[in-house]
């Protein structure tokens, strides 16, 4: 790892830990698009060490094992929103959706019927489409997420 993730990784002690002295980075891992790392420090004479997280979209410290662990999930977390919508909105389902919405539109605007058959498809996909939503909300908030 280069010198700036190690300053910026003793920054984010010293903000955390403002009485903190003699900083010293023992260990520094790529992580997502950042870095991981445990940094050695002073506080009232005691030797300490805290974990650090840092990613363009989070950034955050861990005292121990298990937390850091909850830490990287949450880091891992801010860059799996960062593309979901996309996966939600464009299954097969919306697809279907988004194409009937298509056929449609362009029947009303030529002034054509919309035939019964395409109507009673519309209805059945967007039905799917929320279903399939409502499900997914369901299972992630049954999962803790």
Known sequence: MNQDSRKKSVEIVKRSKPRS???KVISQDSFLDGFVSKVNYQ???ASLSVWVVFTSRYENHAEKESQLIQQMDAAVGKHADK???IKTI???T???AVILIGVSAYLLVTEKEVPEFLKASFLTVVGFYFGGLLN???QADSNGG
Do not use: Q
Request: charged fraction near 30%; avoid cysteine; charge should be negative.
């Open 136 to 138: 997914e909300k369901k």
């Open 90 to 92: 464009f299954n097969i």
């Open 83 to 85: 593309w979901g919508w």
């Open 21 to 23: 002295a003699s900083h």
């Open 94 to 96: 919306g697809w279907l």
């Open 43 to 45: 506080d009232d004479g």
